[in-house]
T-cell receptor
Framework: KAGVTQTPRYLIKTRGQQVTLSCSPI?????VSWYQQTPGQGLQFLFE???????NKGNFPGRFSGRQFSNSRSEMNVSTLELGDSALYLC?????????????????FGPGTRLTVL | SQQGEEDPQALSIQEGENATMNCSYK?????LQWYRQNSGRGLVHLIL?????REKHSGRLRVTLDTSKKSSSLLITASRAADTASYFC???????????FGTGTQLKVEL
């Protein structure tokens, strides 16, 4: 099976702009999660989508949003970019079919999108 | 917030030596996962150990889990230069598939 793919791999934007990142999960996986990685804060959970519904959300401002399509592909959007949004954004997919409770399955990560805000 | 701390933060060893990394976590878990990350790239899943398991092996990797101490360790035996990377432990917290990561250990294996 093909792994998790993310596009674009690199992105440079300026403050105030908005950006959309895309993630295609492993075929058959219905759960897609997004994470932000920065040197200062480490790996932080943004949100998770399962069957087109946001199932969980991290502690990020409303400028960060996402969605999932019927084919499980997901996008995340960041509006009004700030310098502090510069980070590696990672997407992960899981085959978990559970609708409730903590996860039990492995999450597989994509290569990430490196966002630089100038 | 981080689920736990990893120790040491950085580790430098010679090729052929063993590397041990420790992870402590705060809340009860169903399982704990270890990931490797090469220099700012994606995370590669190494191993998942469930809360009812005490030890698990995968190739040169050995993971232990002590739920009474809320800690886990990752041992890489006979390390190679290609093992140079950052290693993270992670566990599910807060429902769904939300993973919370440790702070990571940077491993450098020198020739």
């Amino acid at each position: 099976k093909a792994g998790v793919t993310q596009t674009p791999r690199y992105l440079i934007k300026t403050r105030g702009q908005q950006v959309t990142l895309s993630c295609s999960p492993i075929s058959g996986h219905r759960s897609v999660s997004w994470y932000q990685q920065t040197p200062g804060q480490g790996l932080q959970f943004l949100f998770e989508y399962f069957s087109e519904t946001q199932r969980n959300k991290g502690n990020f401002p409303g400028r960060f949003s996402g969605r999932q399509f019927s084919n499980s592909r997901s996008e995340m959007n960041v509006s009004t970019l700030e310098l502090g949004d510069s980070a590696l954004y990672l997407c992960a997919s899981s085959g978990s079919g559970r609708a409730l409770g903590a996860g039990t399955d492995t999450q597989y990560f994509g290569p990430g999108t490196r966002l630089t805000v100038l | 917030s981080q689920q736990g701390e990893e120790d040491p933060q950085a580790l430098s060893i010679q090729e052929g030596e063993n590397a041990t990394m420790n992870c402590s976590y705060k809340t009860s878990i169903n399982n704990l996962q270890w990931y490797r990350q090469n220099s700012g790239r994606g995370l590669v899943h190494l191993i998942l150990i469930r809360s009812n398991e005490r030890e698990k092996h995968s190739g040169r990797l050995r993971v232990t889990l002590d739920t009474s101490k809320k800690s886990s360790s990752l041992l890489i035996t006979a390390s190679r230069a290609a093992d140079t990377a950052s290693y993270f432990c992670a566990s599910y917290t807060g429902g769904g598939n939300k993973l919370t990561f440790g702070t990571g250990t940077q491993l450098k294996v020198e020739l």
